[in-house]
């Protein structure tokens, strides 16, 4: 079965402060893809970072990076130098062919940034 | 702009009366979805399409129906609303089943 989990309900990060979201995930596909979204207070969804199942590399995206272990079945994400703006609900998500592409959510992370 | 629109944002709406939300995308992607959002229930998918007049349910398809004759558009209909359909509504698409799923604004809908 294919599943995600995020195990930190919500989470407090002092502002400029590093923040790690944990994210597992379960699937029997070798070929997937791994995703981060984020849902601020006014509901849009916005795509953070991808990582590509046969990625060497941990992806980056400015602030954010993907701390993608494989073995483990994990995909954290890190925001660096966090920032007020950084308050919102985030999403690790998966997409497999064995899914027929429906990116499969975890429950969410809600984060707030202290200043 | 490469985006995905979605209408109506906000409706309120009652018991059994049809409504369609609209749902457009111009970056020319084959594969659309819709979701709905509840709180504790997380996003789940309703119907999707991987390319013109191919659709298919997705986890919660009860009570919806969806068309794509053009590959820009994909229209969610509820025949009959009901008061369990009150939720967020998403419309998404993606080149391809791997990629980064684009997002529309999202649709608030209250059926009372």
């Known amino acids: 079965a294919q599943k995600i989990t995020q195990t930190q309900p919500g989470m407090f990060v002092q502002e400029k402060e590093a923040v790690t979201l944990d994210c597992t995930y379960d699937?029997?596909?070798?070929?997937?893809?791994l995703f981060w979204y984020k849902q601020p207070s006014s509901g849009e969804m916005i795509f953070l970072i991808y990582?590509?199942?046969?990625?060497?590399q941990n992806a980056t995206e400015g602030r954010y990076s993907l701390n993608f272990q494989k073995a483990r079945k994990s995909a954290n994400l890190v925001i660096s130098a966090s920032q007020l703006g950084d308050s919102a609900m985030y999403f690790c998500a998966m997409r497999t062919g064995g899914s027929q592409g429906n990116l499969i959510f975890g429950k969410g992370t809600k984060l707030s940034v202290k200043p | 702009e490469a985006q995905v629109t979605q209408n109506p944002r906000y409706l309120i709406t009652v018991t059994g009366k049809k409504l369609t939300v609209t749902c457009s995308q111009n970056m020319n992607h084959e594969y659309m979805s819709w979701y709905r959002q509840d709180p504790g229930l997380g996003l789940r998918q309703i119907y999707y399409s991987m390319n013109v007049e191919v659709t298919d349910k997705g986890d919660v398809p009860e009570g919806y129906k969806v068309s794509r004759k053009e590959k820009r558009n994909f229209p969610l209909i509820l025949e009959s609303p009901s008061p369990n359909q009150t939720s967020l509504y998403f419309c998404?698409?993606?080149?391809?089943?791997?990629?980064?799923?684009?997002f529309g604004e999202g649709s608030r809908l209250t059926v009372l």
């Open positions: 699937t029997s596909d070798q070929s997937y893809g």
């Open positions: 998404a698409s993606s080149s391809h089943i791997y990629g980064e799923l684009f």
């Open positions: 990582q590509g199942s046969y990625d060497e």
